[in-house]
């Protein structure tokens, strides 16, 4: 399964932006897909997840209200909703396919997209 992130840019702070991962694979429907962000010189952090065919998602405490996650089945593509920015979102964000394991824990994921880099000045 290859991943494609894109959507990041550099927003002032309140801002909004949409990020996109589109999924090059037939089975999208059966994945449980997540987002996570890494920012400089910190570990990686779960952002939130979605179950493609159950349509449940579960997000971090520090985006919840302000995020939400998304699919369009049709394009193979997962949304990630950014609202009322703030500048402790600045990180490279991933999405990436869940294998097993502890959802909200990065290791649990295999497939990883190539990140897409977002700013957020104050």
């Known amino acids: 399964v290859q991943l494609q992130a894109s959507g990041g840019g550099l927003v002032q702070a309140g801002a909004s932006l949409s990020l996109s991962c589109a999924a090059s694979t037939r089975t999208f429907s059966r994945y449980t897909m997540g987002w996570f962000r890494q920012a400089p010189g910190k570990e990686r952090e779960f952002v939130g997840r979605i179950s493609i065919r159950g349509g449940y998602t579960d997000l971090a405490d520090s985006v919840k209200g302000r995020f939400s996650i998304s699919t369009d089945n049709a394009k193979n593509t997962v949304y990630l909703q950014m609202n009322s920015l703030k500048p402790e979102d600045t990180a490279v964000y991933y999405c990436?396919?869940?294998?097993?394991?502890?959802?909200?824990?990065?290791?649990?994921?295999?497939?990883w997209g190539q990140g897409t880099k977002v700013t957020v000045s104050s």
């Open positions: 990436a396919v869940f294998s097993s394991g502890v959802y909200y824990f990065h290791r649990s994921y295999k497939y």
